[in-house]
């Protein structure tokens, strides 16, 4: 599970910056003189502008059919109608889900399935009943309308207006030639009226219409990020349901990866200590027959077999620490991870701030995470030097690894490091990786505290 540090890094590096190079000419123009022109300001005033019509159906049918349905609770009725009322929502709730993604770029996951312990209609009626995402749809339905009513009437009279104002200029021949007045009356009594007629009032006009129409983009902007945060915290799973598909997915891994570490002791036993201890048994029993033969010949076997036991004897032991070093048990964290930075191919400096020991669990995540991070520096990273330090951080455990090398190293490249991730997640614990392509590199672990 290594890595390599300092593959493809520059070519990668040299598209970077033209891609940035790219963007810089591309944004040449001020984000307030561009907002009005880019698509997402143009899929967001849509957004806004198709919330009312759905606002209007949804909230129809959710206040018509929970009504009906709560008439009619006094007889067995109003059951089905609300289940159906509640299902209806949650198919309003895809189709809402549906346009944020395609217009907000909005991507909320599909809340959890009703669970129905039974088959059949009454079975289904009471999941629909009992899902807290049912109930939260509904309140969507009904919360959204209100809110798409006041967005749609800011936004576009916002739009409207600033357009109008922003080409008063091409307009305005209109009102003298054919509407019978000077100009667009901006006041106007029995006694006087004030039109907008003269090139200054003109000028002023049209710069008035500017700055609506650039400040246009960011309200509708902030008026659909209210739609995403409503979208995220009624139309997706709850915090409950997402942990749950968290933990199972963690458990997977952590299943997995006891598997993968079970098979690789046993191809280790069986390739290595066994087949040793196999031979050995048969040059054991040989040397016997010639021990009353040829007693020579008989005690260079045995002494050939005494290097064997001292060979597998080692093969042991190499195993038994893969698995779980007895200094780590014995002595903690500070002495095993000295043990692994003696081992490794550049000076290593190990500094650990405990005042007390984690539980054993976390102890041996820290410690293999330690071990496989110093194993990639030994192997690819080309350094002079590293650094290992672990302190604890309220009830967070820490542990950072540093070294000079040359960098490159991406957990997205499906490497050692995102491994190491996974076994980290599957616990809560998190890996940041920080290695530019020149280095140098800084890998920081976080594992939680369990004393």
């Not at 997915?249 to 201890?277: F, N, P, W």
């Not at 597998?312 to 780590?328: F, K, S, T």
Request: net charge negative; aromatic share 8%.
């Amino acid at each position: 599970m290594a890595t390599e540090y300092g593959h493809g890094y520059g070519h990668r590096g040299g598209s970077q910056s033209d891609e940035a190079g790219a963007a810089g000419a591309r944004h040449r123009l001020p984000a307030p003189l561009r907002a009005p022109f880019e698509a997402r300001t143009w899929r967001e005033f849509g957004y806004v502008l198709l919330g009312l019509p759905l606002g209007i159906l949804m909230f129809t049918f959710a206040v018509t059919m929970v009504s009906l349905g709560a008439g009619l609770l006094i007889t067995f009725l109003g059951v089905p109608v609300l289940a159906a009322a509640l299902a209806g929502c949650r198919g309003l709730g895809s189709l809402e889900r549906a346009r944020a993604r395609g217009l907000l770029g909005v991507e909320v996951a599909e809340p959890e399935p009703l669970r129905m312990k039974k088959h059949g209609a009454m079975a289904w009626m009471g999941a629909v009943l009992k899902s807290g995402t049912s109930w939260r749809h509904l309140l969507y339905a009904v919360v959204q309308f209100p809110w798409s009513v006041f967005s749609f009437v800011v936004a576009v009279n916002f739009w409207v207006y600033g357009w109008a104002l922003l080409t008063y200029p091409l307009w305005f021949w209109v009102f003298p030639m054919y509407g019978g007045q000077d100009g667009l009356q901006l006041y106007g009594d029995s006694t006087h009226s004030i039109y907008l007629d003269n090139p200054f009032e003109i000028t002023v006009t049209a710069l008035v219409g500017a700055l609506f129409t650039m400040a246009t983009p960011w309200i509708v902007r902030a008026l659909t990020t209210v739609d995403r945060v409503m979208v995220r915290g009624l139309l997706g799973p709850s915090r409950l349901a997402t942990r749950v598909v968290e933990l199972e997915s963690d458990r997977g891994v952590v299943v997995d990866t006891a598997a993968a570490d079970l098979r690789r002791i046993e191809r280790d036993l069986h390739d290595g200590a066994q087949a040793r201890l196999v031979a050995l048994a048969m040059d054991l029993g040989l040397a016997k027959e010639k021990l009353t033969e040829d007693p020579e010949a008989a005690a260079r076997m045995v002494d050939e077999a005494h290097g064997e036991v001292k060979t597998a004897l080692q093969e042991l032991r190499d195993l038994a620490r893969g698995i779980h070093p007895a200094v780590l048990t014995d002595r903690g964290l500070d002495a095993a991870l000295s043990a692994v930075a003696s081992r490794c191919t550049v000076p290593v400096r190990v500094e650990v701030d405990l005042a007390a020991r984690p539980a054993p669990a976390i102890e041996g995540i820290a410690y293999f995470t330690v071990s496989e991070l110093l194993q990639n520096i030994s192997k690819h990273a080309r350094a002079t030097r590293a650094t290992v330090d672990v302190w604890r951080v309220e009830n967070r455990l820490m542990i950072q690894v540093g070294d000079d090398g040359v960098g490159g190293a991406d957990v997205a490249e499906g490497s050692g490091l995102a491994g190491l991730t996974e076994r980290l997640d599957a616990v809560d614990g998190i890996l940041v990786v920080d290695s530019p392509p020149a280095g140098p590199t800084r890998i920081t672990a976080e594992l939680p505290w369990r004393g």
